[in-house]
């Protein structure tokens, strides 16, 4: 069978290519009889309109788009993502949207150069952006091109954008409360880049709440890859006083530490303990599993796409707070030996 048309469709029902689009697109203009002729014919056919189509009605193209500036193997690789693209996704199938990915490369400023041909093409209807820059020149320019825009997962003060909000000090407090009531005073911190808003704001946070509960914090920049983990645990280990507990920024960076760990023959958790900011299946099954803080990547994920819709609506722009996270507490975690 050839591709359905609208021109086909009337001509099998007798009637006019104008009464089939009204019928298929819900406009007034025919009976409900005709309407249901028509949905009939098209189901039984399997007939779908065309996405140029339907852009051409409503004046969009029923995509959002998202540039990840990260490495292409390490999205597949990192779980947090992969939870995080689902909960978007929910939300745009309810709405019959679909979703543009591209992955541009860690290389700054590529992105900036997707955005303007997506504009350029009119290929997507909105973006959420990721991994917020102190000095992120995307807000203004995706302002410039008129392109509507949430900032994922802001930590920074209310600046007039669309954006969902995470709270990263309450956070802290809930990992930092945790090690101190274990009793824990000598903490290592291995952070991601620290150019991200989200990571200095956690860095500052855990550093001003271990330091007003009388602990010491070693921070280690280091990006979120297993490698990265290895290396930034195996400089806390040969830097002066070993941490006695270990807070690293994501699942992938404490699967690195915990490998590191081993090959040194420190015992997790009798000598360190591990904690990870991310909770993930990655925590549940390692040896031992890691406590981890559950953020619900998954309704992040929704509370965006739902915003960004209400902003291609053309609602003003508003912030959305994350819901609180939980700390689950597994076999990474315990008192540390006597010192």
Known sequence: MGRVTIAGLAERLGISKASVSYALNGQPGVSEQTRERVLN????????????ARALSRSRVGIVGIVLSREPEMIGSEPYYMRLIAGIESVLIDADMSLLLRVSGPERGRDLEVYRRWAGERRVDGVIVFDIDERDPRPELLRELGLPFVLHGSSGEDSGYAATMADQAAEAGTIVEHL????????????????????????????ALAEAAGMRVAPVESDYTLDGGRVATAALLAAGERPTAVIYDNDLLAQGGLAALRAAHVDVPRSVSVVSWDDSILCSVSTPAVTALHRDPFEQGRQSAALLLEMIDGAPAHTVAAGPSALIVRNSTAAPLAN
């Open 41 to 52: 014919l098209a189901s039984e056919l399997g007939w779908y309109p065309s996405s140029s």
């Open 180 to 207: 101190r009531a274990l009793g824990h005073r000598r903490i290592g911190h291995v952070t991601g880049p620290l150019h991200l808003v989200h990571e200095r704001a956690r860095s500052s946070a855990v550093r």
